[in-house]
């Protein structure tokens, strides 16, 4: 009988940190085009096309997640802490959605260019209305804030379990080979 899979798929692992990376990127990117009237034009440069990146990887995430096998949760975690994560996971997803869709139509309400190399342009998916533009930025803004929230959740969670809990949590997602027995040396090496 196979061991069980104790670590997500590679490709899950490798869009996790990359994706990890690039959120990251954009929340520093986001805070600092709105402080800084100086960058914002360069900083909005570099904010649209990595929005669209990231939800053109949350759809290869999405369907990645949906057609690839989970690993359990370690016994440590108790029913509760599972259904926050889950909870908290469906959340991401729905923001790393969210988040660039609205700033596309936001941009597309206001007739700003979604420009991403070059030449190349995205269609308007909205047509231009001021009052949706202002809706729809109001909504970006809240949004990110939940984002940060929900990020700053899932490391704390994370930190928690690798620290404190030392159950191993953090090998389902290391981008590196994890084996079986890792989880149990590692609650003794810290």
Known sequence: MPAPRIQFTMPM???????????????CIG??????????HVLVSLHRPLGIAILALACVRLAT???????????????????????????MYTLLFAMPLIGWGMLSAARYPVAMFGSLRLPYILPHNA?????????????????FI????????VLFHTLIVRDGLLLRMVPWR????????????L
Request: contains cysteine.
């Open 178 to 189: 994890a084996r079986s027995g890792s989880a149990a040396s590692s609650n003794h090496e």
């Open 31 to 40: 805070v600092t085009m709105v402080a800084s009237i100086g960058n914002y």
């Open 131 to 147: 009052m949706l533009y202002w809706w729809l930025r109001q909504a970006h803004t809240v949004l990110a804030y939940l984002f």
């Open 65 to 91: 997640r949906i057609f690839s096998p989970l690993p359990p949760f370690p016994p440590t975690v108790p029913p509760r802490e599972r259904l926050m994560a889950t909870a908290s996971e469906c959340l």
């Open 13 to 27: 692992r490798v869009l996790h940190w990359l994706m990890a990376a690039l959120v990251l990127s954009m929340l």
């Open 150 to 157: 929900t990020f700053l959740a899932h490391f704390g969670a």
